[in-house]
């Protein structure tokens, strides 16, 4: 008896000592552990605050249909966290409604609290999975996806072109994380693969240089950017030609009209096969894709165009046509297409030529509308002072690239007389759209670089223009005031440099007042001035002369008080006579102000003034009886509306505000 119990215990003790050594080695498996976080209502509220990505499984208690999907749920959690999407599940109807969650159990999945929900089966796992790690619901708008080293690895091997911006937590990996979502949508439209990591273990691997760093992969090879991280056009040229030029197949690439303008932007040097489905645009076509490879080593990006549509924008309209983009300035081949070692060495001449770049006027209203800062000389061929001016010109064309600044030029004398411009060579600089003539000489480059410079620099001088340029500046803007002045003459250049210690107030005035000065007589004339310098404000194209103290306060507190409030502006003959040569629809107060009614008829009429302000018709008043006979005016008071220069006498009631203004829209409408 004694042997057996004996052999009984020792028979138990081995027992134990298999259950632990089982236990240990993983043959037998306690009790599961639900490896999903369960969260009440704060938890997810705080979770979704810091979270980019979450999936939320949304259960009910003691509900088998929901206690057999959490643990579907449970299979796919550890891929979830894989793609940095944190899983989570919660018993809160309520609060699942408010979501728009109808049905329970649910799957939804967040991004930055937008909510997406899954309407599949949930016993389907992998249509589960796809459902959560959908590159569509986790991709960030405006923002470039974030990825871990494992996924990066994976997408580099399967996807043959990826474009990785390798950050860390450096206020310079943020400004230029910053820069990079700036252009993300560019890219998207090239169907440019672009993703971010913070990882510098694999950035090490990868023996980048530095961090911030952007990289291309072309079939796992990394490519590494070498410019500037702050300058958005060059990167996004960088990744537009890396991806056109990453295909080995001798195929012309196709280009959309998204895209197009996105590399006429932003590509140094683009060519453009304009076809359509003719044979010859056909036959051509191969021509071209045999030079493909020959713009890869030239650094041209070359695509192809076959949507008449879009060429018509370009302002091509024969087919096929061959076009040249170098900075944005298109020049048109007009030689044998069939040729292409014709059309390499005319690449190859574009390229290395030092020419200053001829635009046509289409294309130089396109930049005056378009570019902050563009400088134009205007020039005449065969003129020996424009030959010199542009031979000095041209020694500072690439000074000028290196700052920003585009420099053209044009020959066309009827473009140049809509800007007033009568002598050639001219240089005019465009600020955000307002010309600024040169006065000086073309003897020294230097010199011309320094002033061009400067008036793109915001530490200028008071613009000059000429009578075309005024007349254009103050159709285009409610404030403008003009010293008219002597170039030379001492009083009109104090004047001018006195006017310079108030530009900047006056640009920075609530109502902004564009300063300008015009050498001119003739003008000067038309406004009725005849003694220079003089100081002319326009409001709304109306203009008032100064006529107090030639000191800045007094002028700057003059001029600001212009660009308050409504009122009436007193004119003369003279300017009465410009203003009806220069305004298609001008209403008229003539009155004798030594008269009390007549001046309280004027207090009146202001209301008259702001309403017909606000359709765009000017009001003024002159103050001249034994004038106004030559206006068709017999008898004053008077209101007479001038439509193309032809009067129109009112002859109702004056004090009848309401009539009056019928009466004039009337006359503007018919």
Known sequence: MKKMAAKFATSLVGIVFVILISSASGLVTPAEEHSIEDVTREGLDKLLDTKAFMAVYWYARNCKRSENILKDMELIDDDAKKSNIEFVKINDKRFGKSFGVKKFPALTFFRDREIYIFDGDLKDEEAVLDFITDEDN?????????????????????????????????????????????????????????LRINDAELADDYSLPRIPCLVFFRREIPIVYAGDMNDENEMLEWLIKNQSSADDDDVLESANGEQLEIMVENVDN????????????????????????????????????????????????????????????????????ENPEEILAWIADLLTGADIEQVTNDILDKFISTKSYLAVVFFKEDDPNSAAALDILEEIDDDLDEVGIMFVKLDDEKEAAEYGIETFPSLVVFENGIPNLYDGS?????????????????????????????????????????????????????????????????????????????????????????TLPALVYFDKRIPNIYSGDMDTVDILMWMTEQTEGSHIEEISEELLQTLIKKHDDLTVFFYDKDVKQERKLLEELEGVDHILENQGINLVKIDDASGADKFGVDVIPAIVHFQFKEPHVFTGDLTNEKKIVEWVLKIRES
């Not at 993300?184 to 090239?190: G, L, N, P, S």
């Not at 036959?283 to 713009?295: A, R």
Request: aromatic share 10%; glycine share 2%.
């Open 138 to 194: 986790m991709a960030m708008p405006d923002k470039i996806e974030d990825v871990n080293a494992e996924q990066l690895i994976s997408i580099v091997e399967t996807d043959p072109f990826v474009t990785v911006f390798f950050y860390d937590e450096s206020k310079i990996s943020s400004k230029a994380l910053e820069h990079m979502e700036d252009i993300d949508d560019e890219t998207d439209a090239f169907h440019i693969r672009f």
């Open 270 to 337: 683009l060519m453009i096969y304009f076809y359509d489905n003719t044979r010859m645009s056909t036959k051509i076509l191969d021509v071209m894709e045999t030079i493909d490879d020959d713009c890869d080593s030239m650094d041209v990006v070359f695509v192809a165009v076959k949507d008449k549509a879009l060429a018509a924008k370009y302002n091509v309209d024969e087919f096929p046509t061959l076009m040249f983009f170098e900075n944005q300035i298109p020049s048109v081949y007009d030689g044998e297409l």
């Open 442 to 530: 073309f003897e020294s480059g230097e010199e011309v670089f320094g002033w061009i410079v400067n008036e793109s620099s915001g530490d200028h001088t008071i613009e000059i223009v000429t009578d075309n340029m005024l007349d254009q500046i103050v159709a285009d803007h409610d404030h403008v005031a003009v010293v008219f002045y002597k170039k030379g003459e001492e009083a009109s250049e104090k004047l001018i440099e006195m006017l310079e210690h108030i530009d900047d107030e006056a640009n920075e005035n609530e109502f902004p007042i564009k300063l300008l000065r015009i050498d001119d007589a003739d003008e000067a004339v038309e406004y009725g001035i005849d």
